[in-house]
């Protein structure tokens, strides 16, 4: 009898997992993004299968193109400073010691600028995939 209740017990939580894990519907903050691409969702059938796909892609790459984009920044903005504290520290020639600190700022400053170049890049080319998708999607709202 209670292996039976058991049984029942797991189909049911069973059931409503398998229900919340494979919804076909996205947060009001993931609709108000594809939304801000121009992609009118209720002209979409969301249980399409590859409809619902491109649409996480849309949202998945614009959100590590983002990422990149402001991981760039950031490297390329401490690229800068510590390339000039390196150049400033090491015109001044006050020293081995200064020459040490201007050397390890301006290598610094050099290699935060070298893989900062790679994060920019990557940037780019998740735009043009993220764009691709939108266009598709938004040519078929306007038809």
Known sequence: ?????VKILYLILLSLMSNNLFSQNF??????K????EINLNKF???DKEIFNDFSSILELD???RKNKTLGIVLISFSLVTST?????LSGGKGEISDS??????GAGIISGGVSIPLFNSSRKKKKKRDRLVKKY???SNI
């Open 1 to 5: 009898m209670n292996i039976m209740k």
């Open 27 to 32: 947060n009001e903050k993931n609709s108000k």
């Open 34 to 37: 594809l939304e801000s691409f």
């Open 45 to 47: 059938n969301l249980d």
């Open 63 to 65: 959100k590590k193109k």
């Open 85 to 89: 504290l390196g150049i400033i520290e």
């Open 101 to 106: 600190i201007g050397g390890t700022f301006l």
């Open 138 to 140: 938004k040519m078929t």
